[in-house]
């Protein structure tokens, strides 16, 4: 009597064949398990050789698997130990995709296809998205997947995000929003107008370096602008005295480049202009009544020097 009651309420796998346990309490089924034996094919077993001999091994826990029995793989599985190699989410009752010989569940195999592709995954739905993503709270989607918060068409990757919303062009452009001239993303606090366009503070940034301005000056060339430092080194004139870029008009002089502010007499600091007579000492200009009240003997050696690299 109790072996033919337990054998309606437990199973085994032979032959690749799976047979599910049947529920029942738990302490009910240790009182059959120690007071009977199991039966296959006419022979009886205890519990231990039965699973020695008949049950499968879990190919992640290595146990014996009473139940359920997950078939994937090429092994067998208890379905709370079938789970997906990256993220561990349980796939027992979800599916799952081989990938690289790894089992993965289908959002986690999305995001690695794409990663090869250099694609992006859509937060939403987890497909690949194959055309220009729509990028809301930082997040990749496909445009479809949203509508405007105001007329409620179907939205294109020229949608904007206004305040945590998102509008069709048309729509957000009636606002009197500033559009962000890198971005190309509303600007809802400070506002940078510069070069004909309007910024984010730490999107108007040098060329160059990319550092933000934040107030400081910049320098326009061809369309870009510069932080003086790198405009100085790729384009400007820098004035001898105060190592600044030179704006309005250069004084060219004893090879080198000045304001016009400060080309001076180096001795007496009297403003100098080309029309005026000046003596180079030192690499710097002195005014003729300075160079006057120099030694004899010095002015023998400037003048000297001076005939020798061709000047009068």
């Given amino acids: 009597m109790y072996s033919n009651v337990l054998y309606n309420l437990f199973s085994y796998q032979h032959n690749n064949e799976q047979y599910l346990v049947r529920f029942m309490p738990g302490f009910i089924q240790r009182m059959f398990l120690i007071f009977s034996s199991l039966q296959f094919e006419?022979?009886?077993?205890?519990?231990?050789?039965?699973q020695m001999l008949f049950a499968p091994c879990c190919h992640q826990c290595g146990e014996f698997i009473i139940g359920r029995v997950i078939k994937a793989m090429n092994n067998s599985w208890h379905p709370d130990c079938f789970c997906c190699n990256i993220c561990q989410a349980v796939l027992a009752d979800v599916g799952f995709v081989k990938n690289a010989g790894r089992h993965l569940c289908r959002p986690c195999h999305n995001r690695e296809k794409a990663r090869g592709l250099g694609k992006y995954i859509?937060?939403?739905?987890?497909?690949?998205?194959?055309?220009?993503?729509?990028i809301f709270k930082n997040d990749p989607y496909h445009p479809d997947h949203f509508n405007?918060?105001?007329?409620?068409?179907?939205?294109?990757?020229?949608?904007r995000e206004l305040k945590g919303e998102l509008f069709c062009l048309p729509c957000h452009d009636k606002m009197g929003v500033p559009i962000c001239g890198a971005c190309r993303r509303p600007i809802e606090g400070r506002v940078v107008n510069a070069m004909g366009k309007q910024w984010h503070v730490e999107h108007f940034v040098c060329a160059k370096c990319e550092k933000p301005f934040l107030g400081h000056r910049h320098y326009e060339r061809k369309g870009l602008a510069y932080c003086e430092t790198h405009y100085n080194q790729?384009?400007?004139?820098?004035?001898?005295?105060?190592?600044?870029?030179?704006?309005?008009?250069?004084?060219?002089?004893?090879?080198?480049?000045?304001?016009?502010?400060?080309?001076?007499?180096?001795?007496?600091?009297?403003?100098?202009?080309?029309?005026n007579k000046f003596v180079e000492f030192d690499m710097k200009p002195v005014c003729k009544k300075c160079y006057e009240k120099f030694p004899l003997e010095l002015k023998k050696r400037l003048k000297k020097l001076a005939e020798s690299l061709g000047r009068k």
């Fill in 42 to 50: 006419g022979r009886k077993y205890c519990e231990h050789d039965f």
């Fill in 122 to 134: 859509c937060q939403k739905c987890h497909a690949i998205i194959e055309e220009q993503p729509l």
């Fill in 148 to 159: 405007c918060s105001n007329c409620g068409k179907e939205l294109t990757v020229e949608a």
């Fill in 234 to 275: 790729l384009f400007g004139d820098v004035c001898y005295h105060c190592n600044r870029v030179i704006e309005g008009d250069v004084v060219s002089a004893l090879n080198k480049a000045w304001c016009v502010s400060c080309f001076s007499c180096s001795t007496c600091n009297t403003k100098l202009t080309l029309k």
